[in-house]
């Protein structure tokens, strides 16, 4: 297995306060030896924490992005002023963008091509409902959630995360994950060739510290999404400490 990657989604947590002491504890216990780990704070800490995170292996990515460099987006961020800040990595489509935001797939590939070019590697989000999964769509969803939200050329990370195993704590099982994984890699692979070999695939939805070595166990999982365990600094240690280095 190759060095896995652990993505700590904070969501819409977070004062400076909490983001400095969150951090700060996580200083020190992450090294480059491990697995590779990223935080994506909301944007207001960005700027803070990049210097905090600097000289230490914790990498820093954004939850969102706008898919132009500048102009009249009131509210938006654009891509080239979170590398400005140091940012390398931004989550992209993310189930919650997709329902509050009314984000669709066409807007995500907009994003993702525009968060490329800028030099951010775009963490692409996809699954399904509780209702897809039960009615047996799911497969049917997923891929056409690829097909429309990853452009041509696309060398990020896909996160599968199914709906329904996000903040509930029930995480998808073993069983399902790695069937899904399977059927994702087929989809890549056939959109993209060879490149769809190799494109990293993440799981997210309820990792805690308990479920995280048999999830990163599975085969072509290359690591996890965690939302609500990233803001717990031990929680997330472990979860770290479950992924493989090398
Ligand atoms: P969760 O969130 O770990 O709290 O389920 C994951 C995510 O939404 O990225």
Redesign the pocket.
């Known amino acids: 297995m190759s060095r896995q990657i652990i993505v700590g ?1 904070w ?1 819409m947590n977070g004062t400076t306060r909490d983001s400095q002491a969150l951090v700060q504890a996580l200083l020190g216990k992450v090294t480059a030896d491990g697995p590779e780990v990223v935080i994506c704070p909301p944007f207001t800490q960005l700027g803070l924490l990049a210097s905090t995170v600097e000289p230490s292996p914790i990498g820093l990515g954004a939850q969102d992005c706008h898919k132009e460099v500048s102009g009249a987006h009131t509210g938006d961020i654009s891509p080239a002023m979170l590398t400005d800040l140091g940012v390398s990595h931004v ?1 992209l489509g ?3 963008r997709r329902q509050e935001h009314g984000e669709l797939d066409e807007t995500v590939r907009e994003k993702a091509v525009a968060a490329a070019k800028a030099g951010l590697t775009p963490i692409v ?1 996809v699954g399904e409902t509780e209702d897809q999964r039960e009615s047996g769509d799911h497969f049917d969803t997923l891929g056409w959630q690829i097909k429309g939200s990853l452009p041509d050329g696309f060398s990020g990370i896909l ?1 599968y ?1 199914p709906i329904w ?4 704590g029930r995480a998808a099982t073993t069983e399902e994950i790695a069937e899904t994984m399977t059927f994702l890699r087929e989809e890549l692979i056939r959109q993209f060739a060879e490149a769809g070999k190799t494109i990293k695939i993440l799981y ?5 510290d308990k479920n995280a070595a048999s999830i990163l166990s599975i085969a072509d999982v290359a690591g996890a ?6 803001l717990k600094a031990e929680a997330f240690l472990s979860i770290i400490s479950a992924a493989s280095a090398a």
């Open positions: 989604n969501k989550i993310h189930s919650e989000c996160a995360e195993a996000i903040g509930t997210g939805g309820s990792v805690n999404l965690v939302g609500g365990a990233s």
